[in-house]
């Protein structure tokens, strides 16, 4: 089955300045890969999502690149602010997938005022 | 409103007794699935339901029931509530068992087993 591995699983980085986490997937078959954002008590809530056909895509301040070849993507978090502080995770699935999506352990970002 | 819920939010109980955490959704959505949470190791597939009568194991099934007899409920069993099940769970559901589409979240309910 698909493996996803995230990284780093802590980041903290002052206001304004920009994040970036890196997950790796083991199915090349994969080509649905979202990501979440979990408040301190809140469910996952997807940001962002990008699928296999598209290299990156971006959401204003967000942005979500894709390299199939070495089948990792990563999330982009520009211009930080303190409400950005969250969990964040990633996730891969495949067209067909009944298991649909298996997920990153997680990074827990915060931004320092 | 479109929402899934659950309940109950908090539910302290104790080795053995069997409980039912209830999820329903208003989105007409034919795939549900159930995750616990766990520190350090994400979201972890317990469950999931392709359709009305339709359901399969995740990663971790082990200890866990479900059903789907009506499409917008999924309710998750324990038969017999372990410790190492205190964990905080989620139900979820997507528009089409397809793999590409997004997942709505329920609230979650955190469960302590003594």
């Not at chain 1, 409400?83 to 352990?105: I, K, M, N, P, W």
């Not at chain 2, 955490?21 to 699935?33: F, G, K």
């Not at chain 2, 068992?97 to 309910?109: A, E, M, N, V």
Request: aromatic share 10%; proline share 6%.
């Amino acid at each position: 089955g698909e493996n996803v591995e995230q990284h780093p699983s802590t980041l903290s980085v002052q206001e304004g300045d920009s994040a970036v986490i890196k997950c790796t997937y083991s199915d090349s078959a994969s080509n649905y890969f979202p990501w979440y954002k979990q408040e301190l008590g809140k469910r996952p809530q997807l940001i962002i999502d990008i699928r296999s056909n598209v290299g990156e895509k971006k959401d204003q301040r967000i942005a979500v690149t894709l390299n199939k070849t070495a089948k990792h993507f990563s999330l982009h978090i520009t211009e930080t602010q303190p409400e950005d502080s969250a969990v964040y995770f990633c996730a891969a699935s495949y067209s067909g997938s009944a298991r649909q999506l298996t997920f990153g352990s997680g990074t827990q970002l915060t931004v320092l005022p | 409103e479109a929402q899934v819920t659950q309940n109950p939010r908090y539910l302290i109980t104790v080795t053995g007794k069997k409980l039912t955490v209830t999820c329903s959704q208003n989105m007409n959505h034919e795939y549900m699935s159930w995750y616990r949470q766990d520190p350090g190791l994400g979201l972890r597939q317990i469950y999931y339901s392709m359709n009305v009568e339709v359901t399969d194991k995740g990663d971790v099934p082990e200890g866990y029931k479900v059903s789907r007899k009506e499409k917008r409920n999924f309710p998750l069993i324990l038969e017999s509530p372990s410790p190492n099940q205190t964990s905080l769970y989620f139900c979820a559901s997507s528009l089409a068992p397809d793999g590409l589409s997004r997942q709505y979240f329920g609230p979650g309910t955190r469960l302590t087993v003594t």
